[in-house]
């Protein structure tokens, strides 16, 4: 079913098989053994292989955002009936038992022409699409029908992408900045209307997704980097990267000429001595955003910051009371001297 044919059709690894049931009700599934594990509509892991079996179903909007609807499964609901409610006609696909293709919108056709296109009118009943959509652009590199895009618009400017669940918002956009093409995430959303997202110039994004996001506010700024975690309800250690390189870019560009006691004072702003692997990655995703930033420079600066041994300084000076500014001198020496 679904993106396990898309897959199978472009030559990708199949990770997860979903398979639907059609002409069952629960109480079928649970006698031969099925366990039931949907909340909101009934799907089933099989006894021996534990992939997910769900019965064949509807949806009616019944309110606003990804929560507001209805299902209904039922034996009389047809398989084409349940890909009709899929988003997109290269997910609305399935293979019967002899292995035959299923296809009745199309979605081989859209995968050769390298097109997403949505499967009905219903698309616009969920917002979390929008953001679906743009993740398979990202994944794929694929173009958007028109008809689509005029689709999102739409549903931009009539609100409900304002009732976006807040975990479904950071999910999607997390899936869609670790794939192959993000930039053509921030297009497609930029397109739709989303203007949270500016047109950006980097070249590449690398690293993991926390790397990635904080490249994007290195490139904001403070202030729309905190408009942007706000809006995509970015997790604690994710949004804390972001702020620090939307925060420090300055201080990082101007690392190359920075004195002793400038470079001492971002490894301080930045943690860097109690969190060196976040300080790592904050190096890293601030040198994407800013090619110009000297990062040997400023790793050779901390190593030997890092080299002073804190716990013997404090011991032999614990009479003076001067400790912290024996330990800030001896990182100043430190500096200077690797510099």
Known sequence: MGG?????????PVKDRDWVVVGATPEEMA??????????????????????YALARTERKSGRGYKGF?????????????????????????????????????GQRDLKARVLRHVSPAF???????LRVARFAARFGFKLAPETMKLMRAM????????????????EFAKGLAEPHPQ???DVLRDAGLRWFPRLKIPRLDGPVPVRFATLAAQLGPRRAEDLIRR?????EAAALALLAARLRTVFRGARTAKPAALLGLFKRADAFRRPERFAQLLQAVKIACPEVDRRRIERALHAASSVHAGQLAASAARTGDIPQLIERARLRAIAEAL
């Open 232 to 236: 995509l309800r970015a997790p604690g």
């Open 70 to 106: 209805t299902v209904y499964a039922s034996p009389e609901v047809t398989l084409e009936e349940d890909l009709k409610r899929r988003d997109l006609t290269i997910n609305a696909m399935a293979r019967d038992p002899a292995g035959g293709l299923i296809d009745p919108f199309g």
């Open 184 to 186: 053509k995430m921030f």
């Open 124 to 130: 616009a009943e969920d917002p979390v699409r929008i």
């Open 31 to 52: 006698r031969l053994g099925f366990k039931p594990v949907g909340r909101d509509f009934p799907v089933f892991l099989h006894p021996s292989t534990h992939e997910e």
């Open 156 to 171: 931009v400017r009539s609100g409900e992408a304002e009732h976006l669940v807040a975990e479904r918002v950071w999910q």
């Open 4 to 12: 396990a044919v898309r897959d199978e059709l472009l030559g990708l």
